[in-house]
């Protein structure tokens, strides 16, 4: 005997209530950490949240991992895109970035250099900004933000605009540009063409005792040149988080960059090729977690 069709309906529609929100608990519980979905809101850099989407500029590289380091640039030569590798030393980085970056027309173009933390948000791209007061931002696009993660996100950025669209005095998240690279020319000094040849090509200087050793075999002029700029860093016996860099080369001044990769570290012209070079010395500051620890000193 079959029963009442009703009760039937009814147990059947309870089960199927049940079972929805049976399904939906447990849908909840595997995406609990998910708060927005790839196509939520979009996620700005560091001041400019506000600005609007710059017309035709384009996303030349964009990238997000872990130990990027944070900056805001321009870069203008191809002395500015090799100083700007130096930011990102890791082989399958810097390389890339050099590579790409130089390829560009950089007489036409200017290139804006973003780099900050987005925490635990995840992204696919990003898009270049404007606002009057704040200058260009970045603002990523494509984002999933998590309420937690094992370790916050480094984002880079770079993008191309006409150069004549940069202006003379650009502004990036607020601030004036930053250099373009991490390494700072903390002292230069000419050579005459006898003395030449007399220090070491290039040594680490560090350390006071270092230096000394640098500076002992050149000529009076250019060991006063150094030690006058140079002096009062090694008042302290500890260099801080920095390491100095002292080499010999030829060029045409003091517009001089250093150039860090996987492989070495060495100066090259800022202003490119030079018709009539003379040797020098310099000495250069970097950032103790720019020197890759595969790194020649010069070469």
Same mark, same amino acid.
């Given at each position: 005997?079959?029963?009442?069709?009703?009760?039937?309906? =009814?147990?059947? #529609?309870?089960? !199927?209530?049940?079972?929805?929100?049976?399904?939906?608990?447990?849908?909840?519980?595997?995406?609990?950490?998910?708060?927005?979905? &790839?196509?939520?809101?979009?996620?700005?850099?560091?001041?400019?949240?506000?600005?609007?989407?710059?017309?035709?500029?384009?996303?030349?590289?964009?990238?997000?991992?872990?130990?990027?380091?944070?900056?805001?640039?321009?870069?203008?030569?191809?002395? *500015?895109?090799?100083?700007?590798?130096?930011?990102? &030393?890791?082989? *399958?980085?810097?390389?890339? @970035?050099?590579?790409?970056? /130089?390829?560009?027309?950089?007489?036409?173009?200017? !290139?804006?250099?973003?780099?900050?933390?987005?925490?635990?948000?995840?992204?696919?791209?990003?898009?270049?900004?404007?606002?009057?007061?704040?200058?260009?931002?970045?603002?990523?696009?494509?984002?999933?933000?998590?309420?937690?993660?094992?370790? &916050?996100?480094?984002?880079?950025?770079?993008?191309?605009?006409?150069?004549? *669209?940069?202006?003379?005095?650009?502004?990036?998240?607020?601030?004036?540009? #930053?250099?373009?690279?991490?390494?700072?020319? =903390?002292?230069?000094?000419?050579?005459?063409?006898?003395?030449?040849?007399?220090?070491?090509?290039?040594?680490?200087?560090?350390?006071?005792?270092?230096?000394?050793?640098?500076?002992?075999? /050149? &000529?009076?002029?250019?060991?006063?040149? @150094?030690?006058?700029? =140079?002096?009062?860093?090694?008042?302290?016996?500890?260099?801080?988080?920095?390491?100095?860099?002292?080499?010999?080369?030829?060029?045409?001044?003091?517009? /001089?960059?250093?150039?860090?990769?996987?492989?070495?570290?060495?100066?090259?012209?800022?202003?490119?090729?030079?018709?009539?070079?003379?040797?020098?010395?310099?000495?250069?500051?970097?950032?103790?977690?720019?020197?890759?620890?595969?790194?020649?000193?010069?070469?």
């Amino acid at each position: 005997m079959t029963g009442d069709p009703a009760g039937v309906r =009814l147990r059947s #529609g309870r089960w !199927l209530i049940t079972a929805a929100i049976v399904a939906g608990a447990l849908l909840a519980g595997c995406v609990w950490w998910a708060v927005a979905d &790839p196509d939520g809101p979009p996620v700005s850099g560091p001041d400019g949240a506000g600005g609007a989407v710059v017309p035709g500029a384009e996303a030349v590289h964009f990238e997000q991992g872990h130990g990027l380091a944070a900056v805001r640039t321009l870069l203008r030569t191809p002395a *500015d895109v090799r100083a700007f590798a130096g930011w990102y &030393p890791q082989e *399958d980085v810097g390389e890339e @970035l050099r590579e790409k970056l /130089l390829a560009r027309d950089l007489d036409a173009e200017a !290139l804006v250099a973003t780099g900050w933390s987005s925490g635990c948000t995840s992204a696919g791209g990003a898009v270049l900004t404007y606002d009057e007061n704040t200058g260009y931002s970045a603002r990523l696009t494509g984002t999933t933000t998590y309420e937690t993660c094992d370790s &916050p996100w480094d984002v880079l950025a770079v993008f191309a605009v006409p150069e004549k *669209d940069a202006g003379a005095d650009p502004r990036i998240g607020g601030a004036p540009p #930053g250099p373009p690279g991490p390494a700072e020319l =903390l002292a230069y000094a000419p050579l005459d063409g006898t003395a030449a040849g007399r220090a070491p090509r290039a040594a680490e200087v560090s350390q006071p005792d270092q230096f000394d050793a640098f500076v002992r075999p /050149l &000529p009076p002029a250019a060991s006063a040149a @150094l030690e006058s700029e =140079l002096g009062s860093l090694y008042d302290s016996e500890l260099p801080g988080p920095a390491r100095r860099f002292a080499f010999e080369g030829r060029g045409c001044g003091d517009d /001089l960059v250093l150039e860090i990769t996987s492989r070495r570290l060495r100066p090259v012209g800022a202003g490119g090729a030079c018709a009539d070079p003379r040797p020098y010395v310099a000495v250069f500051s970097v950032p103790a977690d720019r020197v890759p620890s595969s790194a020649v000193i010069g070469g």
